[in-house]
């Protein structure tokens, strides 16, 4: 890993040699009382007062909805036809525990049966997190094996010393790519230890304690002590930067139609329909243990991870108040 530092003056000016470059960069912009990753005209309109947006910039590599193909009949003859790749992007100001998710999202699409879609679009991404300064109530990314600067799926980590300056921890090759283009711009420097800079999130939960003792805890009353708030929207899911659930769809008619595959969430009764008319986990409680036992139990069997990031979007966005905080301790203490 190489370390740079760049003057916070400059910042505006990196922007804007990365646009002429051809390249879409996306950066959080307010919205009301949120904060969204969004194209922006000015240097002005980048809100760097958040302590983490909306939504994650999960939508970047996996679409909420998008184009497998389209298909045309000309009269018996098919026709098939794949999306073209847009042009390159840049994500910058995600948090730390976002970058995580990304690297989860990639090792799961991209490990066993590689999904060439998601493959192209994170080749053609460059991903730069910024080290996170405050945090709130939700916040429990220490909780999960993470940080507040956390540099796993970044490409560039930028960290504010605070002195007008960022401190720079070049990730990848493709983070590197983006600093040699601009040598002007960024200035050489040693590793750094910047703890005192960022935010102090505590530890809510002993994690090494959580993850042997859910599966133990399968068959007790605890989920459905747990989910009698819950109401099935899939808010949580729809978030959440590393639920990977999808569903795809078929709009057509005789002559054309286009294949899409578009987000879903394993909190919808219809998700695990059959079509017998079987449902394995027709109640709430059931679909709520399942949500849990994924990012903390199946994933770690399948991928020796938690698909768990601390981000605590799940909890901000849940309209009956859950706190998946809250349940997990009560998971530990069980």
């Given at each position: 890993m190489n370390y740079k530092t760049l003057n916070t003056n400059k910042l505006p000016e990196f922007f804007e040699k990365i646009k002429k470059t051809g390249k879409t960069v996306l950066a959080p912009r307010k919205k009301g009382n949120k904060t969204f990753f969004a194209t922006f005209d000015s240097f002005d309109q980048i809100n760097f007062d958040y302590v983490q947006t909306a939504l994650s910039p999960k939508s970047v590599l996996f679409p909420r909805v998008e184009e497998l193909f389209t298909y045309k009949n000309d009269d018996g003859t098919y026709s098939v036809k794949e999306p073209e790749l847009k042009n390159e992007v840049?994500?910058?100001?995600?948090?730390?525990?976002?970058?995580?998710?990304?690297?989860?999202?990639?090792?799961?699409?991209?490990?066993?049966?590689?999904?060439?879609?998601?493959?192209?679009?994170?080749?053609?991404?460059?991903?730069?997190?910024?080290?996170?300064?405050?945090?709130?109530?939700?916040?429990?990314?220490?909780?999960?094996?993470?940080?507040?600067?956390?540099?796993?799926?970044?490409?560039?980590?930028?960290?504010?010393?605070?002195?007008?300056?960022?401190?720079?921890?070049?990730?990848?090759?493709?983070?590197?790519?983006?600093?040699?283009?601009?040598?002007?711009?960024?200035?050489?420097?040693?590793?750094?230890?910047?703890?005192?800079?960022?935010?102090?999130?505590?530890?809510?939960?002993?994690?090494?304690?959580?993850?042997?003792?859910i599966p133990t805890v399968f068959e007790t009353n605890i989920w459905l002590d747990q989910s009698l708030a819950c109401i099935g929207c899939g808010a949580c899911a729809y978030v959440c930067p590393t639920c990977s659930c999808f569903d795809v769809q078929d709009e057509c008619n005789p002559k054309a139609g286009t294949r899409l595959r578009c987000w879903d969430s394993c909190a919808f009764g219809q998700f695990t329909l059959h079509a017998s008319g079987h449902n394995p986990r027709e109640v709430q409680s059931n679909r709520w243990r399942n949500r849990v036992m994924h990012k903390f139990n199946y994933s770690v069997q399948n991928m020796n991870t938690i698909s768990c990031v601390g981000c605590g979007r799940c909890i901000r966005v849940c309209p009956a108040g859950m706190s998946i905080i809250e349940h997990l301790i009560s998971v530990e203490e069980a």
């Open positions: 840049v994500v910058f100001g995600m948090r730390p525990c976002d970058g995580v998710a990304l690297d989860y999202l990639c090792d799961f699409f991209l490990n066993e049966n590689p999904d060439k879609l998601l493959q192209d679009r994170k080749n053609n991404t460059t991903f730069i997190s910024l080290a996170c300064k405050s945090f709130d109530n939700d916040c429990f990314c220490t909780s999960v094996g993470s940080s507040p600067a956390e540099t796993l799926g970044s490409d560039l980590c930028f960290t504010d010393m605070g002195n007008g300056s960022y401190y720079v921890e070049v990730v990848t090759d493709k983070g590197q790519k983006l600093v040699d283009a601009f040598p002007d711009l960024f200035a050489d420097t040693k590793e750094i230890n910047k703890v005192e800079q960022l935010a102090q999130v505590p530890v809510r939960f002993e994690l090494k304690n959580l993850v042997p003792k």
